[in-house]
Structures are given as C-alpha cells and as structure tokens.
C-alpha cells in the first residue's frame, strides 16, 4: 500500500468518531443517551441494525465461507440462514417488539422484569452482557486483520493486542458523549461506506477473471443455493437446520438482544420498529449474497492465478485464512482504492454495542441491586462510565481471541454466532415461556434457564458425533453416516472422523429446553396466577 492509501485510512479513523460526538451532540438525559428520546427515523434505525449484526465479520469472513465451501456443500448454502432470518424478524416484530414499544422501557430485560420479577431480569441481563461481550471480542478482533494486513504491507509486524486497544479507543469516544443517536448514525454510514467498498471490489474482479469463470464456478456447485444432501445435524449448512435454526436465531438476536432491541426502541412508534426490523432482514439477505459473490469471484481468480489453495504455504501463504479478502485488496486494488476499500472494512467495526451493555448494567443490574431509584443525572453518568468499563473489558477479549485464533479452524463468522448458542436459547426461551405459560413463575423461569445454559454448555462442549473422516468421498456419502454419538469432551478433529452438533441447531434445542423445563415445573401451579398490571392493562383496552 502505498501512501494515499494510509492517510485515507487514518482520515477515516479519526473522522468517524469526531462525526458520530458531532451528530450525536451532548446527551442531557439518560433516556436521550439509551434511546434517543424515541426520535431516530426508522430506515436510519433500519441500516444501523444491519451494520451492527453484519459489521467486520460479513465484509472479511462471509466471502471466505462462499471461496472454501466444498463442492458437496455449496458456495451460496449460507443464504439459507438469510432466509431463516427474515421470518424470525417478521415474528419478532408482532409478538415481542409491541411489548417493548408499548411501555416506557429501556431495555428489552424491563419486560422479564414486569413478567416474572427482577430476579429474572437481572439473570438474563447480565447472560446478555456475558454474551455480547464475548461475540463483540470476536468481531473487534476481526477488524484488526485488514489493519495487520496494511501495516505488514509497510514491513511493520504490529500485534494484535494494540491494533484492538486503538479501536477500542476510537468506539468509545463517540458513545461516550453521542450515546445512542451517534451510535445509530455512525452505522448507517458506515455501512453505506463498507458497501460501496465491496462494490469496488466487484468491478476490481470483474476486469481480472478469465474468460469462462462463470460456468467454471457453477460446475463446481458455487452457486449452489440450498444443500438438501448433507447431513442435518453436523453438515454446513443443510437446510433443514440452517432454515429453522437461523429463523429461532433471528428471534433471539433480533428480539432478545438488547444490540438490537435498543436500535429499534429508539424509533418514534411501533409501526416504524416493525419496518425497521422486516427491512433489514431483507438488506441482510442481499448482502449476505453480496458478500458471497465476492468469494466466488476470488475462487474463480486465485483460482487462475495461484493453482494451489491460496491460504496454504503453497499458495499465498497465508497465515489466517480471514485474510484472503484484505491480502487481495492490499495487493491487486490501485493506490488510493484500496484504501478506500480498507477504510470501509474499519467502517463496520466502528459499531458499538458499549451503549446496548451500558444501559443493560445501570438500569438491569446496578438499580435492581442497590433496590433505589436513580436520578436521571445519576443514571446518566453511571451509564458512561460503564461505557468506558466495556470498552476496556471488549479490548481485552478481543486480544486473547487473537491469540487463540491461530489454532481455530472455522470461520471467524462461524466462531462468533457459535458464541450465542449457549446463552441464546435460555434468553428466548425465558420470553416465550413468559407469554406461552401463564401459569410460570420466576422460579420456574430461572431454574429452566440454568438448566438450559448447562445442557447447551454439555451439548457443544461434550458431545460428538463419529463418522467417515474428512478424507471420505462427500460426494459418495454426504457425510449421512454420521449416526454414532459418544460423549468427550476434547477438541473435534474433522480430519479423523468427528464432528459437533451444527450451530444452527443451538438456539431452537436451548429453546425447546427451557419451555420443556419451565412447562413442566409451572404444572406445579394449580392456580393460574393474576394477569400483570400490564396485561389487565391490555385486556381492559381491548
């Protein structure tokens, strides 16, 4: 890279923070500072939910699954998900988002709180922080790659650990005074940036492919769209799993999480939440295809270039295989567009989650502790200086995925939805079992969700399923023998002949555990117990 590329990447990262603390203006109340005051036009909220769900790890990542995908298992299977997911927002969207939209909430945990008591509320905040502060690690650190890739490009070998540190600081500034406003708003032009990015990219490859790269690509099932062969419960993306699991997974991310669940509370009604919500999900299947096309493009051109796998010693030598996307846009993009290409991949790892885990521990946690009502200024500055507290919680474990990278073998995008399946389940599953169950208590709620945090925690961990190994003919067997189960609880090592559960599959089992559990332990009710005041609320109105 040359030096107009560094001086648009470093124009970028400080500008972007400066621009979110000058939309976002000083935040003189706490609501103003979690939500916005209700005021954020849905389409703005609409694009800041795509940037936070997708950021760094669908710009570097996605286009890795479409270039690796075996021909058995397809390059574009991943849209299954996509697909999953627009119907789970769609639910999401009539059944808990009026709940949130309806009462003067901040965060999505009020409502367990209103439902059970502030036992669960607490519970499911603080699985949340836990949870998001583990997935948001892994996408910080996903957004060092491209800078590591830059900086090497120059001779300079910086560790990871600072390259986090250095974002980590540029997030929290514009949170720290802008809150939520900055924060949507910053989303919204990221994305526009890191997608104009990959629209480079695009016209970049176009130019360079062989003649032919097309059929090459079909022939090779790249634009294979749904995998009905491959095992359901270890395959890819097979699509009864991906369909079902990324419609539950939706549910969770989109109706449980306060990420998202804070992005479309800030919206002026219901009815703008609901267009924010179903858009995105559509916004998120074309870039998700987008992303994919990108790695089909890159297959077709290493594929000419460099013979062998290019992210093995014999071919580009790639260290980690996340890099394949920036090594191309360091080493074949002009002078100037790659930097611009670069600064959109930053751009997606610019959104915050600080404001979603600051909110969630003041009004979820720190108030339901101490057992007092804060005043507005109190909560105010609670909430930024636990942003300052994440912000340096999310530098550190962002640094030790880092170090832990280099022995993993999936995906950084598979690894960071893999996160979620042991606490996504037991928090959506506390919802339903709230609106499903009348007879539920909190008692009932938290039992059910310890139990079902223990057996996603055994199921991941724990359990295995044996078969033909890696070197088996996927064609031949498409990986159906896979029927032997045992229990160990050491690393799978596919090349022998063992694989885990897919991680589609963790959200709906987590689920169906904790109804199954809470079901039954509310059976010890024999009265069904008085409706809240915000159901009488709801049913004298109706």
Aim: with cysteine.
């Amino acid at each position: 890279m040359r030096a107009l590329d560094v001086a648009i990447i470093v124009v970028f990262l400080v500008g972007m923070p400066l621009l979110g603390i000058l939309i976002g203006g000083r935040q003189k109340s706490a609501k103003d500072y979690f939500v916005s005051e209700k005021k954020i036009s849905w389409w703005v909220v609409c694009v800041s939910v795509v940037s936070a769900e997708t950021s760094t790890l669908t710009v570097l990542s996605v286009p890795v699954v479409a270039y690796v995908a075996p021909p058995s298992a397809g390059g574009m299977t991943y849209l299954t998900l996509a697909l999953g997911y627009i119907l789970g927002r769609i639910i999401v969207s009539f059944v808990l988002l009026p709940r949130y939209m309806t009462g003067d909430l901040v965060t999505a945990y009020a409502f367990l709180g209103k439902r059970y008591g502030d036992g669960m509320r607490a519970t499911a905040s603080v699985t949340f922080q836990f949870t998001r502060l583990l997935a948001d690690g892994i996408r910080l650190f996903a957004t060092a790659i491209p800078i590591k890739v830059v900086l090497a490009s120059y001779g300079v070998d910086a560790s990871y650990w600072a390259i986090v540190t250095v974002l980590g600081v540029a997030m929290v500034c514009y949170t720290f005074v802008g809150g939520v406003r900055a924060v949507v708003w910053v989303d919204a032009i990221q994305m526009l940036w890191y997608v104009l990015g990959g629209l480079v990219v695009v016209v970049a490859l176009a130019g360079a492919l062989p003649s032919g790269w097309f059929g090459d690509a079909w022939d090779a099932s790249k634009f294979q769209l749904f995998d009905f062969s491959s095992n359901p419960l270890t395959g890819g993306y097979p699509f009864l799993a991906a369909f079902f699991g990324g419609t539950l997974l939706a549910m969770a991310s989109h109706g449980v999480d306060q990420l998202i669940v804070q992005r479309l509370m800030s919206t002026r009604d219901l009815v703008a939440a609901r267009k924010a919500l179903v858009a995105s999900g559509v916004v998120v299947f074309l870039q998700f295809a987008f992303f994919l096309l990108i790695g089909v493009m890159m297959w077709a051109f290493y594929r000419a270039a460099v013979p062998a796998d290019p992210v093995s010693a014999g071919g580009l030598g790639l260290a980690n295989k996340d890099e394949l996307f920036a090594h191309y846009i360091v080493t074949e993009l002009p002078s100037g567009l790659s930097g611009f290409v670069i600064a959109g991949i930053l751009a997606a790892a610019l959104s915050s989650s600080l404001g979603a885990l600051a909110s969630a521990t003041v009004t979820d946690v720190y108030e339901r502790v101490s057992r007092r009502v804060l005043s507005d200024e109190r909560r105010l500055r609670l909430g930024r200086i636990w942003t300052v507290v994440w912000a340096g919680l999310l530098i550190v474990c962002a640094g030790l995925f880092a170090t832990a990278n280099k022995t993993t073998a999936d995906p950084i995008v598979v690894q960071a939805l893999g996160i979620t399946g042991y606490t996504y389940g037991a928090l959506l599953g506390a919802f339903l079992l709230g609106l499903l169950f009348r007879r539920a208590r909190q008692l009932d709620g938290l039992v059910a969700f310890v139990v079902t945090v223990a057996v996603m925690t055994f199921v991941i961990l724990g359990v295995k399923f044996v078969g033909p190994s890696a070197t088996a003919d996927p064609v031949a067997n498409g990986y159906a023998a896979w029927t032997s189960i045992r229990v160990d609880f050491s690393a799978a090592v596919p090349a022998e002949g063992v694989r885990t559960l897919t991680s589609w599959w963790y959200t709906p089992l987590g689920v169906l555990v904790t109804l199954l559990v809470g079901g039954l332990l509310s059976l010890r009710h024999r009265d069904t117990p008085e409706p809240s005041a915000e159901e009488a609320a709801a049913t004298q109105a109706a």
